[in-house]
């Protein structure tokens, strides 16, 4: 009888060592396999959704006139070219027959890409619209400024007008010799950004 007690008690503590020493840890060790898996899974799911609008995207591209692509390149190309852009101000007010007092550009800066999801304004996460300013002075009349503006306004490329400041004669019977200024004419300073849409880098 004391024999067979025994017996059984090492039987039970030999149990309960394989339980400790062995089973548990397989136990954590198949856990653990199972939660690798299960996130596995979730990113190979996320990677065919990212693939599949890839997919459509390039397949929206495709559809797209090529005419059409090649106006959207120039309204919003992938980088600013400072000499085109201060060739291309200068141009304008060559048409309307302006004369520039002062061009010069600023240097690059960057701002979050603003996009519209229903009727809440987003940021484009990770992406940047990259612009340069460029002051602009010139004398003439308001008329001119008009003009000038239209100008700019029909650009084949995005030329805002960020700030506009202007300083005019106290009254008509000023001279040129006084301040600098024709009667009827007005000092404008105008503020131009241009923008680009660099790709996205992988």
Not at 89 to 99: A, D, L, S, Y
Request: glycine fraction near 4%; charge should be negative; aromatic fraction near 6%.
């Amino acid at each position: 009888m004391g024999n067979k007690l025994i017996t059984q008690a090492i039987l039970i503590i030999t149990s309960i060592t394989i339980v400790m020493t062995y089973v548990r840890p397989t136990f954590g060790e198949i856990a653990k396999i199972q939660d690798d898996l299960a996130r596995y899974q979730s990113t190979v799911s996320k990677a065919s959704e990212l693939n599949s609008a890839l997919q459509g995207l390039i397949a929206t591209e495709k559809n797209i006139d090529t005419r059409d692509q090649d106006r959207l390149k120039t309204y919003l190309p992938f980088s600013i070219n400072n000499v085109t852009v201060m060739r291309d101000i200068q141009n304008i007010f060559n048409v309307m027959g302006v004369q520039l007092s002062a061009l010069n550009s600023a240097s690059v800066d960057a701002i979050a890409v603003p996009m519209v999801e229903g009727d809440e304004p987003k940021v484009a996460s990770g992406q940047k619209l990259v612009f340069r300013d460029f002051e602009v002075s010139f004398a003439g009349t308001y008329e001119d400024l008009k003009r000038v503006l239209s100008m700019i306004e029909s650009n084949a490329y995005a030329l805002e007008v960020v700030n506009l400041a202007f300083e005019s004669t106290p009254n008509p019977s000023d001279t040129e010799q006084e301040i600098g200024l024709q009667p009827g004419m007005m000092q404008y300073d105008l503020t131009l950004r241009a923008y680009a849409l660099p790709p996205i880098s992988n």
